[in-house]
């Protein structure tokens, strides 16, 4: 019980790292001592600082030997922008080492248990497993499949709908709603669209107020062909957030032209037989590129789309409180020959509206 009441406190520290790990993972430590007191806390800030294990050894100082380590993932044994925390584990005289779940980096993946055990350190592994799995679990699915995780948010009306024809555009969620979403896209490594929400509703993408990551927020849009208004406002303000248009060899060259000269990144990834981004393509350069995660903001099309490919990873779906009973109403998933069955974890107020939180129950990661 002791085990799991430090565990998660250090997966309390851990959470103060969201939104400015990427591409490393949320990890926290605690140093605690033979008579069960905290000499040493610490957490992961951002890529390239310390490590959580190397602050909280730092802290605790003499206190630390035969103290027991209480981290939230396996340490590292090998040589980064820091050294291996292995190293600085044994060189401190730590007695036990205790961590939740095993890092899968190809460069890790058990060699740091390995190499504690070689160093004569006690090792126990697995405590609060569950929660550390919860809280890591972008870059967890990132480091296993090599693809970002997926978070798919959608807003529809009671019956099921986003707007009364298509090309029209209103506010189905209210501002408490907003607000949530906003935290989203920064918990996020980046915000995904299709082109038809660009021009329907030109939205700015950002976190507003803004807040600083220390891995620039990223906007992406999904363009088959190159239509994007290039007057949209996610061309502009590419210090606060940058923009990458995915794309197929269908983008007209002078449109690629124009945007690269406005500093938009463009990524050309293969087709799908409807002639649209191959969207599993697409999410394979991004994990290459250390895009540990992406909050899908789009329409029916691309919703419809990542669920049909058993992309979607975790399912955050707001209900307002209205209906919208037209002859060409849009629903909030394009037509399509596919079933997915749902698991639903959570279902809260969040204002005026309802948000389910869930996952495709084939998704590799649960929320």
Known sequence: MD?????????????????????????GALVVSSDGLIVGSGYHARAGSDH?????????????????????????AQQGRTPPCVDAIAARGIKRVVFAVQDPDQQVRGRGAARLRELNIDVDSGVAADEAEHSNRMYLQQRRSGRPYMTLKMAQSLDGKISPAPGSRVQLTGKQAGRLVRMMRYSHDAVMVGVGTIAVDDPQLTVRPHR????????????????????????????????????TDRMPPDVRAQLQRKHIQVIECAAAPDRRVQLADLLTKLGSSDVISVLCEGGPTLAAALLREHLVDELQWFIAPLVIATSEAVPAIAASSFETPLTWAAARRVGEDVLLSGRPQAAPSGV
């Open 3 to 27: 085990d799991e009441r430090y565990m998660r406190a250090a997966l309390r520290l851990a959470a103060r790292g969201q939104g400015n790990t990427s591409p490393n993972p949320m990890v």
């Open 212 to 247: 600083s990551r220390a891995v620039p927020y990223t906007r992406i849009i999904v363009d088959s062909s190159g239509s994007i208004p290039l007057g949209a406002k996610v061309l502009s303000e590419q210090s606060r957030a940058k923009t990458i248009v995915a794309t």
């Open 52 to 76: 959580a294990e190397t602050i909280a050894l730092n802290e605790a100082g003499a206190r630390a030997r035969d103290a027991t380590l209480y981290v939230t993932l396996e340490p590292c």
